[in-house]
């Protein structure tokens, strides 16, 4: 027998906070399975990227009998759960350890994070500061479905800098766009249904808006690219707002075209922020100018 959705909820949060008091990664995620059914789960992970993640269903673990209904054996199974994932991890790691970075470095990945509560991760990875984000490197296996962070261990093993892995992850960045929104919304959207795609639709109907990405997990890392933007400037006929809420890809307005006001503009990016951290993790919510005589990125 289930258990009450007011009470699945309850043990969710009092599991996540758990979790996250611990610093690993715990946010819940909802939707419908295959065959139509609707759940509401926690994803866990060892590592704040949440490149290797584990699906923890509280109605689920409570009717195979791996946990009671109470918050402190599940707690303990989410932990139990947790420490399976950094195995894995710590396993790969390993495997990387044994190979030249020369065999590596064009799988190496910029990768944004939220540079708030990550102080005591950082001392453990290379890392850099750009704009409002903090940026680590992966390295991605199995044609992208895998990645691990590098480690300080890892790069010093590698014998290779923090300047080396950026300048070489930036190289492997394959910028895609701009592109219009209307003609990626299925995709951009996780193939949501219709009414959620005609209200995109509809929200941004009034004014021109596109999309930048790549094939990296982190496909906001286009911004990184002086070139890329330079030639986006040229292709949109000016300057224009450049508006990061994901870590998919960034939404681009130009300047010449009047979305009704800043204001706007920033609720509109919040709400796709909001959409993509639910499912996640997600990156703060930030507008920047790009001003095409000068080359740059203001914050705005």
């Not at 791996?66 to 790691?93: M, N, R």
């Not at 409002?132 to 390295?139: A, E, L, S």
Request: proline fraction near 4%; include cysteine; hydrophobic fraction near 35%.
């Amino acid at each position: 027998m289930g258990i009450e959705p007011k009470e699945q909820e309850y043990l969710l949060k009092e599991v996540a906070k758990a979790v996250r008091d611990r610093g690993f990664v715990a946010y819940e995620e909802s939707g419908e399975s295959d065959s139509g059914a609707s759940f509401n789960r926690l994803i866990l992970s060892a590592d704040p990227n949440n490149f290797i993640a584990m699906p923890f269903d509280v109605n689920n673990m409570i009717s195979l009998g791996l946990a009671k209904k109470d918050v402190e054996s599940l707690t303990e199974l989410a932990f139990e759960c947790i420490a399976v994932i950094q195995k894995f991890i710590d396993d790969g790691l390993e495997q990387l350890e044994k190979r030249q970075y020369e065999d590596v470095r064009k799988k190496i990945s910029p990768f944004f994070m939220d540079n708030t509560n990550i102080k005591e991760y950082l001392k453990k990875v290379p890392n850099r500061e750009y704009l409002d984000y903090t940026i680590v490197y992966c390295y991605m296996d199995i044609d992208g479905e895998v990645a691990y962070t590098i480690t300080d261990k890892l790069a010093k093993k590698w014998g290779v800098a923090e300047q080396q892995l950026y300048e070489d992850s930036v190289k492997n960045i394959k910028p895609k766009g701009p592109e219009g929104l209307k003609d990626k919304v299925d995709e951009l959207y996780g193939g949501e249904d219709k009414t959620r795609a005609d209200s995109v639709q509809m929200e941004t109907a009034h004014v021109p808006m596109y999309v930048l990405y790549s094939d990296l997990m982190c496909g906001a890392s286009v911004i990184l690219l002086p070139d890329f933007l330079e030639e986006v400037s040229k292709k949109l006929n000016g300057d224009y707002y450049l508006m990061i809420g994901t870590r998919e890809f960034v939404l681009v307005v130009p300047k010449n075209k009047k979305w009704g006001s800043f204001q706007k503009l920033s609720d509109y990016n919040k709400s796709v922020a909001d959409r993509f951290t639910e499912h996640t993790g997600g990156i703060p919510a930030n507008i920047y100018y790009y001003r095409s005589l000068s080359r740059k990125l203001m914050k705005m």
